[in-house]
């Protein structure tokens, strides 16, 4: 009976801090980001985005991801909006986003 109320009262924590730490940032979401910035334009049609005054290539394909969902499209994106992102250097140019999260305004990178 000891061993099955410490059991308990371990996984009753566990899931206790799952719930804090999913109250910050959705639990689909990866533990760092390659980089974080504000979207400073956005140009979907040239297949250009600008984040944290760096050129990115973009294009309708590229993985979203929003607060509220873990699948979205380029069109949930917004000038001003905080992100996190992961991308790639194929070829020569600007580096290619592969995958993009909207962050809260809250985010401080020095959290993570």
């Known amino acids: ?10 996984a009753g924590l566990v899931v206790f801090s799952g719930v804090a730490m999913a109250g910050s940032l959705p639990v689909y979401y990866p533990e760092s980001f390659q980089s ?34 873990n699948v979205s499209s380029t069109g949930a994106l917004a000038t001003g909006m905080l992100v996190g992102l992961d991308s790639i250097r194929d070829i020569p140019g ?5 995958n993009i999260w909207e962050l809260p305004d809250t985010f401080s990178p020095i959290r993570r």
Not at 1 to 10: E, Q, S
């Open 36 to 69: 974080t910035g504000t979207v400073d334009r956005l140009d979907l049609s040239a297949g250009e985005v600008v984040i944290g005054d760096r050129l990115y290539r973009i294009t309708t394909g590229t993985a979203v991801h929003t607060l509220r969902s």
């Open 1 to 10: 009976m000891t061993i099955l109320k410490a059991f308990l009262a371990i």
């Open 94 to 98: 600007a580096p290619f986003v592969t």
